[in-house]
């Protein structure tokens, strides 16, 4: 069966600093993965979409990045987090983009 | 751009009540998805439906696409209190090549034993 790993599940980083989170999908081959934020009381933003190695579509314009250097690896990134990229961050992966997404459990982001 | 409208934002209901939770769109939806997320998790998937008019169940859960293709509701029957937790609605429309996904904010749901 396919399972997502995200890491950390918990993340404190000071201003200015930058930030590696890592998702990874096991059991599938070619998976589209995707990374969502999760504002406290808000709904769930796409921020980035990915349909192969190498392929990364953005959703909105922002201090974030992300790369997909494996078939089943997908890393979100900055190289200077600001207090507003605070938050919930979530994995997800679908088998196509016409299929349901599942997620993984997610990474809080807290920005001192 | 798309508008996605879930109702009602929080609820408590007493255990063993049923409840029911809507989302309305402003523009036609190909498929919709009902997720749960419990504090600290990821949500997680509970109804998938792809055609208009389609009544799926899940358990205690049941979920209806709309007949306009615009909205959708979820019933939970005799509640318990593992339901508690955040739902949310989610639609998928063709934009571009590409099938976007638009989320409710959820409904939060409390269950009073």
């Known amino acids: 069966s396919q399972t997502i790993h995200q890491w950390p599940a918990t993340l404190v980083q000071p201003v200015g600093s930058p930030l590696s989170l890592e998702c990874t999908v096991e059991?599938?081959?070619?998976?589209?993965l995707y990374w969502y934020r999760q504002a406290a009381g808000r709904g769930l933003q796409l921020l980035f979409y990915?349909?192969?190695?190498?392929?990364i579509s953005s959703e909105v314009p922002q201090n974030l990045s992300a790369s997909r250097p494996q078939d089943r690896q997908f890393i979100l990134s900055s190289k200077k987090l600001l207090l507003s990229d605070s938050g919930f961050y979530l994995c997800?992966?679908?088998?196509?983009?016409?299929?349901?997404?599942?997620f993984g459990d997610g990474t809080r982001l807290s920005i001192l | 751009g798309q508008q996605l409208n879930q109702s009602p934002q929080s609820m408590f209901i007493q255990e063993g009540e049923d409840v029911s939770m809507n989302c309305t769109s402003s523009?036609?939806?190909?498929?919709w998805l009902w997720y749960k997320q419990d504090p600290g998790e990821g949500p997680v998937l509970l109804i998938a439906?792809?055609?208009?008019?389609e009544l799926t169940s899940n358990g205690r859960l049941t979920a209806q696409f709309g007949i306009t293709r615009k909205d959708s509701f979820l019933n939970i029957s005799a509640s318990i209190p593992s339901d508690v937790g955040i739902y949310f609605c989610?639609?998928?429309?063709?934009?571009?090549?590409?099938?976007?996904?638009?989320f409710g904010i959820g409904t939060k749901l409390q269950v009073i034993p």
């Open positions: 989610a639609g998928r429309e063709n934009s571009g090549g590409y099938q976007k996904v638009t």
């Open positions: 439906l792809y055609k208009a008019g």
């Open positions: 523009s036609i939806f190909n498929t």
């Open positions: 990915s349909v192969g190695i190498g392929q």
């Open positions: 059991g599938t081959s070619n998976p589209n």
């Open positions: 997800a992966w679908s088998v196509r983009l016409n299929q349901p997404q599942h």
